[in-house]
């Protein structure tokens, strides 16, 4: 069984602050890993993907990817309280169905 | 550009009613289509994808359907709905099986 096992939180951090979400997934075969954002009683909206090990910045987000360790990040730089909801990781073997994790709800506070 | 459209936002269906919820793509050709569920406060779901025409795979077996009549529009359907079947549902699509999804606005399922 793949699975991706996130920690549903809620993570709360300052405005102004780093804010640092993990994701675990359990298929080493895994190719393509992305980040969506979920607003309350909104679709998710897809933020970030990464396929290669390393960091990838886009704006005040940077996607972190360790395929030895099987381990994804997303890091997001001066969070904002419009920053606030919940956030996804899904895993790819390309070859196979989206994995989802079930999320980690992220609360900035002024 | 690709969009795609979901409809109704917003479903209230007593139990035993049937269902059929709609999702269209416009702007590309052939994408993977895909219904997904996400029960209150979890995760989501994958229910049905479609990779073409006619071709649907069930995830989960349950009393719901799902057809694919023609490259762009998926339906999900039930003949007969069951409380449990209450949640957001939600359309989306890819280019590549497995790739990048890209979900419409949801529905909004509640069955009384």
């Known amino acids: 069984q793949k699975e991706v096992e996130q920690n549903s939180g809620p993570l709360s951090v300052p405005e102004g602050a780093i804010a640092s979400l993990n994701c675990t997934y359990s298929d080493r075969g895994s190719q393509s890993f992305f980040w969506y954002r979920q607003y309350s009683g909104k679709s998710p909206e897809l933020i970030m993907f990464i396929y290669s090990n390393g960091d990838k910045e886009d704006g005040r987000f940077t996607a972190q990817l360790n395929k030895a360790s099987q381990y994804v990040s997303l890091l997001i730089r001066d969070s904002q309280p419009s920053d606030s909801a919940t956030y996804l990781c899904?895993?790819?073997?390309?070859?196979?169905?989206?994995?989802f994790g079930t999320g980690t709800r992220l609360q900035v506070f002024p | 550009s690709q969009t795609i459209h979901q409809w109704p936002a917003t479903l209230v269906q007593p139990v035993g009613s049937p269902l059929s919820l709609e999702c269209t793509v416009e702007g590309t050709s052939n994408p993977n289509l895909y219904w997904y569920r996400q029960a209150a406060g979890r995760g989501l779901q994958l229910l049905f994808y479609?990779?073409?025409?006619?071709?649907i795979s069930s995830e989960v077996p349950q009393n719901l359907s799902a057809s694919r009549p023609q490259d762009r529009q998926f339906i999900l359907s039930s003949k007969k709905l069951l409380l449990s079947d209450s949640g957001f549902y939600l359309c989306?699509?890819?280019?590549?099986?497995?790739?990048?999804?890209?979900f419409g606005q949801g529905t909004r399922l509640t069955v009384v």
């Open positions: 899904a895993v790819s073997s390309n070859t196979d169905k989206l994995i």
């Open positions: 479609s990779v073409g025409i006619g071709q």
């Open positions: 989306a699509w890819s280019v590549f099986f497995g790739g990048e999804a890209f």
